[in-house]
């Protein structure tokens, strides 16, 4: 029996998804090779064809119920919480939390994936999200146990549901890597790092260089691979160390540290040709601009009107070089 062709088109989004190759990289492709098709020599690397291979009915339907449960799982403890609130005992609200985490992370790390399966991309991302509230819900009942078991409130409270949490993130992230399970260790990370500089008396600057040094931390492990996809990980170090930066601005040397960061950012962007890299220092850059005028400038007009004629001109050299570059001579 002859083997079926693949389109290219199908194996560049499975290569995407997996990591393999950038969405740029995918998109180059597939402008080289415009209806090209693969014959599949390895069934297990392009994943199956034919009828059983597409059935985006049935994945979408999976998807949706999937995403569904897992909202309502959420709602319905919190309703069960809220009705007998007063009647639980502190044990009980916290078995109430632990029980729907349970169940969503179960759910999620039940998920079919990989290569071959009906589910492939689709279980991938049910899987992620379900992980996901998986980690919120971790973070709720580690507050709640805090609050109703240890008697914590305030910093230390946060301390303990932000670093938990970071730690199932980290855990799940590396038993299933996706983007999903990347932001939600990040986010816990940054908070932890925050709080713990904030109990050591740090001042604002120090909270935000706190913040910031999650970024470096959290690229350098990406190094590793072992929390996922590679192509995250410079968007989300930077993203990080922009939000540390801003929390930092209100001092002088927090300001010189976002002017630091959008500067390195964009400057990295530029290297690697990364997009979304580009509007993490784009996003610095509005956030870091105003108050560093603001307070290096008071009630000076020149400071303005010097950022409104630097921005003309980064336009009109961004598009000299778009004609250029579309009708070379």
């Keep these: 029996m002859a083997t079926p062709a693949v389109p ?52 979408l339907l999976v998807e949706a119920l999937g995403y569904l449960g897992g909202v309502v799982i959420l709602v319905a403890a919190g309703l069960v919480t809220a009705r007998f609130w007063d009647d639980l005992s502190g044990g009980g609200r916290v078995a109430i939390g632990a029980l ?98 904030s109990l050591l008396g740090a001042g604002t600057f120090g909270v935000g260089l706190a913040i910031w040094l999650v970024g470096p931390a959290w690229y350098a492990l990406g190094t590793l691979g072992l929390f996922g996809p590679r192509r995250a990980d410079a968007p989300l170090a930077a993203t990080v160390c922009v939000a540390g930066a801003v929390v930092a601005t209100p001092t002088d040397a927090g300001i010189v540290l976002g002017l630091g960061t959008t500067a390195a950012v964009v400057a990295l962007a530029l290297v690697r040709r990364d997009l979304l890299l580009l509007g993490v220092g784009a996003v610095a850059a509005f956030l870091v601009l105003p108050p560093a005028v603001g307070t290096w400038f008071p009630g000076s007009v020149a400071a303005p009107v010097a950022l409104l004629v630097v921005g003309f001109g980064l336009v009109a050299v961004a598009l000299t070089m778009a004609r250029t570059s579309r009708h070379p001579r």
């Design 8 to 59: 290219l088109d199908t194996l560049l989004s499975r290569w995407v998804a997996d990591g393999l190759v950038s969405a740029e990289q995918a998109a180059a492709i597939r402008d080289a090779e415009p209806g090209a098709a693969v014959v599949a020599t390895q069934p297990s690397v392009v994943g199956p064809v034919g009828p059983e291979a597409t059935a985006p009915g049935h994945s």
């Design 100 to 197: 729907a985490t349970a169940l969503l992370v179960g759910a999620g790390l039940r998920v079919p994936r990989g290569p071959g399966d009906v589910l492939d991309d689709p279980g991938r991302r049910l899987c992620a999200v379900l992980l996901g509230m998986g980690v919120a819900g971790t973070a709720v009942t580690l507050g709640l146990a805090a609050n109703e078991l240890l008697d914590l409130t305030g910093e230390p409270a946060a301390l303990l549901t932000a670093g938990g949490a970071a730690l199932v993130a980290g855990g799940l992230a590396w038993r299933r890597p996706s983007v999903v399970q990347q932001v939600a260790t990040v986010v816990p990370l940054m908070v932890s790092g925050g709080v713990l500089a």
